[in-house]
Nanobody, 116 residues
Framework: QVQLVESGGGLAQAGGSLRLSCTSSGRTFSVRTMGWFRQAPGKEREFVASITWSGGVTSYANSIKGRFTISKDNAKNAWFLQMNSLNPDDTAVYYC?????????WGQGTQVTVSA
């Protein structure tokens, strides 16, 4: 059973920053993608960012490109989401995701609230 633990959510003012962290109990695989999704009230879960285990290739949603940065620490089996220039539209529950061997695993979610 793969377990993901998130941390770092909270309340920020518009223009502020937060950093999310996720650690996984999953084993390391050469073909593996880690990422972040978010779900705002009344909306579907949407992709935010991803990074590959091998090579560190990143991908970002257009809505956060240039403001958010995903990174990883292979030694700690962890990845992070640095969120800058936050705005109220970024308010959502953020979920980390670990994908390997054709399966996806999810964290429990962490609330991010941005006030105007």
């Amino acid at each position: 059973q793969v377990q993901l633990v998130e941390s770092g959510g909270g309340l920020a003012q518009a223009g502020g920053s937060l950093r999310l962290s996720c650690t996984s109990s999953g084993r390391t695989f050469s073909v593996r993608t880690m990422g972040w999704f978010r779900q705002a009230p009344g909306k579907e879960r949407e992709f935010v960012a991803s990074i590959t285990w091998s090579g560190g290739v990143t991908s970002y949603a257009n809505s956060i490109k240039g403001r958010f940065t995903i990174s990883k620490d292979n030694a700690k089996n962890a990845w992070f989401l640095q969120m800058n220039s936050l705005n109220p539209d970024d308010t959502a529950v953020y979920y980390c995701m670990d994908q390997f061997e054709g399966r996806s695993y999810w964290g429990q979610g962490t609330q991010v609230t941005v006030s105007a």
